[in-house]
């Protein structure tokens, strides 16, 4: 029997009916009265000169990580545990079209400033190691042509997220990649030598626990507890996780029956009674859609990810200003009210709009009951005064945000492993050698646009890079080299 995993056993008290051994697999068979214990039924040839990497979670991460892994060490025995589907995040991204990256960030520096939490470390080599670019290689390489929308986002051609996924899926199969599905990884400690980890798994179908021996292991479970709970089990501190890209739910019933009207440009900024000092991270730029419950659009989720903590500690309870006319000054726009009310005076402000200001219908019937006038009075009958006030309004609209909804497709959370404890130059653990993060596990996420889904591609990648390297050192080593 193997000693390590004998002790493994031992420690979680099962009392043994039978126990065998396999010699061509590195696993071992035990069974109790109450429940049923073995090793993970893994279809390896494993022998003691080669060595295992188990990924823990099957998202863009993990799978992108262990590819990279194996491509990297071909004798690398690697297998993925996967409690639910592989890759259903890709799925339903970017409405089932999979927004791969961003194409508008060549510059690290630039692209660091599209995460909220990580924009000062990841300013140093993460991106240099694997950014869009490389990202978009990769992929063009491996079949997915991809296209770049005006707005920066990377999306496959096939405007499919199946493209994305098949991909993936026949590269790690072609690399020889292991995947199982419908299991958990409850626990993880290592041995005393603190070379090797053990793991316990469960079946989610049985009444079933696994247990294996690795060398390495690679935590890139997304946000789920899952994965903080195995890091905090090896010694890593948690920051609490909060959602971080949503929608707000806005306190004016008039606004969300305007559901569906959009805006191309708005300026918004936030306000939380939290927050004493003004943060520039808290003013957002960008196009801003009205919802049935409230707002939404990049304009909306932008401030949500920026301001997730303060937001979480304030309930969601907060003030909203838009400038729904950014790019004209407020002596321009009463200017250009001034001569609309000349040139249309007979008709009703309802039914005409200066063409500056670029407003739908609707939207201007809110501005004008916000104002108190009807949509029946003539332009000749409104005020001086009036005109001021419609202007500074669309400058300077105010809006309560009375909470949060969810932007299902792009869901992330802020919090999980600090940065400070892992070595973004490989993305191996401070705290404990041969343990390695990528992806949401990492207190890191990104704004809408591509930028979560780059760091999952950039985090895994190198990751994969760094165990493929220790693997390949390890067998030189183990042939006397």
Not at 10 to 19: E, G, N, P
Not at 153 to 162: E, H, K, L, Q, Y
Not at 333 to 350: C, E, P, T
Not at 386 to 396: E, T, V
């Amino acid at each position: 029997m193997n000693f390590t995993l004998a002790r493994f056993v031992f420690q979680f008290a099962v009392s043994l009916d039978t126990a065998s051994t396999r010699s061509n697999c590195k696993y071992l068979l035990l069974t109790s009265k109450k429940r049923k214990f073995t090793t993970a039924a893994i279809p390896l040839t494993h022998t003691s000169s080669e060595e295992l990497l188990v990924v823990v979670g099957g998202g863009a991460a993990g799978v992108y990580g262990a590819i990279r892994a194996k491509t990297v060490a071909p004798k690398l025995n690697v297998v993925i545990i996967e409690k639910g589907k592989p890759l259903s995040k890709v799925k339903i991204s970017g409405g089932g079209r999979c927004n791969v990256t961003n194409g508008h960030c060549a510059d690290k520096m630039i692209l660091a400033g599209h995460y909220p939490r990580g924009h000062k470390e990841f300013r140093g080599s993460f991106f240099s190691l694997h950014g869009p670019m490389d990202t978009m290689s990769w992929f063009s390489d491996h079949g997915v042509e991809l296209k770049t929308e005006d707005d920066g986002r990377v999306f496959p051609i096939s405007d499919s997220s199946s493209s994305v996924i098949d991909c993936l899926l026949t590269e790690a199969k072609h690399r020889g990649v292991v995947l199982q599905t419908g299991k958990v990884v409850t626990t993880a400690s290592s041995d005393n030598a603190g070379r090797k980890f053990l793991l316990k798994f469960e079946k989610r179908t049985m009444n079933l626990v696994e247990c294996i021996e690795a060398d390495y292991l690679l935590i890139a479970s997304g946000s789920s507890q899952q994965g903080h709970r195995l890091a905090a089990q090896l010694g890593h501190s948690i920051v609490d996780p909060v959602p971080s890209l949503f929608t707000f739910k806005i306190a004016d019933s008039q606004l969300t029956e305007l559901s569906g009207v959009s805006f191309p440009k708005v300026v918004a900024k936030l306000k939380l009674e939290n927050v004493q000092r003004r943060s520039p991270y808290l003013t957002q730029v960008g196009p801003m859609l009205v919802t049935h419950w409230g707002l939404s659009g990049p304009v909306i989720l932008r401030l949500s990810a920026w301001g997730a903590r303060y937001l979480f500690s304030s309930c969601y309870k907060g003030m909203l200003t838009v400038d729904f006319v950014p790019d004209l000054h407020i002596e321009d726009m009463q200017s250009f009210l001034s001569q609309h009310k000349i040139r249309f005076a007979k008709q009703k402000v309802l039914n005409s709009c200066p063409p500056e200001f670029c407003l739908v219908k609707r939207f201007w019937k809110y501005i004008l009951g916000r104002e108190g006038l009807s949509g029946d009075t003539l332009w000749a009958s409104v005020s001086i005064n009036s005109l001021i006030s419609i202007a500074r309004l669309l400058k300077h609209c105010t809006l309560e945000v009375a909470g949060k909804g969810q932007f299902k497709d792009e869901f992330v959370t802020a919090g999980g492993v600090p940065l400070s404890e892992i070595s973004l130059n490989t993305m191996e653990s401070k705290i404990h050698p041969r343990l390695f993060f990528a992806g949401e596990v990492l207190n890191v996420d990104g704004v809408t646009g591509g930028f979560n889904f780059q760091n999952a591609w950039s985090g895994g990648y190198i990751a994969g890079t760094s165990i493929g390297k220790l693997s390949n050192d390890a067998t030189l080593k183990n042939r006397g080299f």
